[in-house]
Each structure stands twice: as C-alpha cells, then as structure tokens.
C-alpha cells in the first residue's frame, strides 16, 4: 500500500510540475533580461514551444546565447552566456535528461574535456545568471521584479595561482575562483542581494 500510495503521489507531483508554457516572445523578453542591455537585441535566444520541447525561440546576430525558464521548475531563472561555451552548456542538457546528478555531470564533462571530446573556451568567456521568485515573475507578460543578477567568467583550467584570485570571497562582490584547475573553472561575482530579498 505504501508503494501504491508513494506511485500515486509522484504521479499528481509529476502532473502539477506540468505548468503552461508561456508564448515564445514572452519567453524571449523575459530571457534576454540576463543579459547585458546593449547585447539583449542580438542574442540568440532558446526555450521551450508550446510541446515542452526545447527549441531555438530566436535566431540572433552575436555572441550570446540566452536560455528562457523552464516553466516546471521553481522560480524564474534565465541565463544568458557566451556562444563558445554551448558545447559544454549542450552537453550538460543532456547528461541532466539522462538523469545525472551535478557530481555525474561535472565528472562526464571533466573527463570528456581532457579527451577533447568535449571543447572548451580557449579564451575567458561570460554567463550572466538572473533569477526572481516565482511571484515576482508574471508568465504572461514577461516582467519581473526584484531580479538577482550574477556574473561567470569561464576560464577553464585558471588556477588561484594563475589569475590572483582568492577561493572565495572576502568582501560582497569580490570576485573568486571555483573549481580552479578543472575544465569548469571559472571566476564567480556575487552582488550583496537587495535588502528586501534578504532572510
């Protein structure tokens, strides 16, 4: 019976995890918000069509590249990076449908990088990552508020040593370096969070 019972809940999880798939040019002005204001017109941007499948939403014209929310996680959260990291963004999609935890999936990537399987950035390059609670984001019209904006600068392989950088910060926005000497290492800057959003 608790088996019985524990397939039943997963099942009405599973269902109430389905939310609606807001339009694509919601998705769009909602994603490109990650990114930086005199980019935001020329970004590539991906999401989801009205299936749940993930699809190209927009063709761009530079460098980035911007993923919208998923609408069946908690939260809203959009990330905008460089086009030179999507072999390891794309390979990350994948191994996370495959089921993999983010020990899994930093392992694979590891692993497949120093094979040259899978390429890395030979030169530094961005992800901004912009995030908001799901009541401060409105699917229909694609605004929100009180956003917290992030900042990554891949740098794979950069050790402390290399780049001057403490292992972690000292100070709210001082920048610091993870994962240093790995294919993911990359350098992390965490503005203070407003006030009002804090605990």
């Given at each position: 019976?608790?088996?019985?019972?524990?397939?039943?809940?997963?099942?009405?999880?599973?269902?109430?995890?389905?939310?609606?798939?807001?339009?694509?040019d919601?998705?769009?002005?909602?994603?490109?918000?990650?990114?930086?204001?005199?980019?935001?017109?020329?970004?590539?941007?991906?999401?989801?069509?009205?299936?749940?499948?993930?699809?190209?939403?927009?063709?761009?014209?530079?460098?980035?590249?911007?993923?919208?929310?998923?609408?069946?996680?908690?939260?809203?959260?959009?990330s905008?990076?460089?086009?030179?990291?999507?072999?390891?963004?794309?390979?990350?999609?994948?191994?996370?449908?495959?089921g993999?935890?983010?020990?899994?999936?930093?392992?694979?990537?590891?692993?497949?990088?120093?094979?040259?399987?899978l390429?890395?950035?030979?030169?530094?390059a961005?992800?901004?990552?912009?995030?908001?609670?799901?009541?401060?984001?409105?699917?229909?019209?694609?605004?929100?508020?009180?956003?917290?904006?992030?900042?990554v600068?891949?740098?794979?392989?950069?050790?402390?040593?290399?780049?001057?950088?403490?292992?972690?910060?000292?100070?709210?926005?001082?920048?610091?370096?993870?994962?240093?000497?790995?294919?993911?290492?990359?350098?992390?800057?965490?503005?203070?969070?407003?006030?009002?959003?804090?605990?």
């Open positions: 019976m608790l088996a019985i019972s524990l397939l039943i809940f997963s099942g009405f999880k599973s269902q109430a995890q389905q939310a609606t798939i807001p339009l694509a919601i998705q769009i002005k909602a994603a490109v918000l990650a990114a930086p204001a005199e980019k935001r017109a020329g970004v590539t941007v991906l999401g989801y069509n009205q299936k749940g499948e993930f699809v190209q939403l927009r063709k761009g014209t530079n460098e980035l590249i911007c993923l919208a929310d998923d609408p069946n996680q908690k939260g809203f959260s959009a905008c990076y460089h086009k030179d990291l999507e072999p390891f963004m794309k390979r990350g999609r994948e191994l996370r449908k495959a993999k935890n983010s020990q899994e999936i930093f392992d694979t990537r590891e692993k497949e990088a120093k094979s040259g399987k390429i890395m950035p030979k030169k530094s961005a992800l901004y990552v912009y995030t908001a609670s799901d009541e401060n984001f409105d699917a229909a019209t694609g605004q929100v508020k009180e956003g917290y904006l992030r900042y600068v891949y740098v794979p392989y950069a050790t402390a040593e290399t780049t001057g950088l403490p292992l972690k910060p000292d100070a709210p926005s001082m920048p610091w370096i993870m994962h240093p000497g790995t294919h993911g290492a990359h350098i992390m800057i965490n503005p203070p969070l407003p006030a009002k959003t804090k605990e």
